[in-house]
């Protein structure tokens, strides 16, 4: 007849038969080392899984900030566009003053045309 005694830490078992006594004891730290490698994994998972989310957020707040540049150049264009659009759209009297402002912003002048210039600084 064989008759099991369990311990306190489910760790050993007294087995006793009709001849002898044989104690098995099972190994515990196999155990651990799975756990501990299991809570080494998870936390290396959840560093990495930190480290993507502030990395993508990062870059998310750059593509923001280049988007509203790129937004502002847009607006700048349009604008350029509207005032070439409105210069081509003159009549010809308008046309012919625009072009003559434009050669005096440029340093052109009529035949016979003098430009007076104060160095008084008034």
């Known amino acids: 007849m064989t008759e099991e005694n ?8 007294i087995v006793t038969d009709s001849d002898s ?5 099972t190994p515990k730290k196999k155990r651990k080392k799975k756990f501990i490698l299991l809570y080494v994994a998870v936390f290396v ?28 150049k847009i607006s700048v264009q349009e604008i350029k566009n509207d005032e070439i659009t409105n210069i081509y759209n003159l009549s010809d009297k308008d046309n012919e003053d625009y072009i003559e402002q434009k050669a005096k912003e440029d340093g052109y002048l009529h035949a016979g045309e003098r430009v007076f210039v104060n160095i008084s600084g008034d």
């Open 21 to 25: 006594v044989v104690k098995e004891v």
């Open 45 to 72: 998972f959840a560093v990495y899984a930190v480290y993507a989310l502030v990395t993508q957020y990062s870059q998310i707040d750059k593509k923001k900030s280049q988007l509203t540049e790129l937004n502002k």
């Open 6 to 13: 369990k311990t306190k830490n489910n760790s050993e078992k």
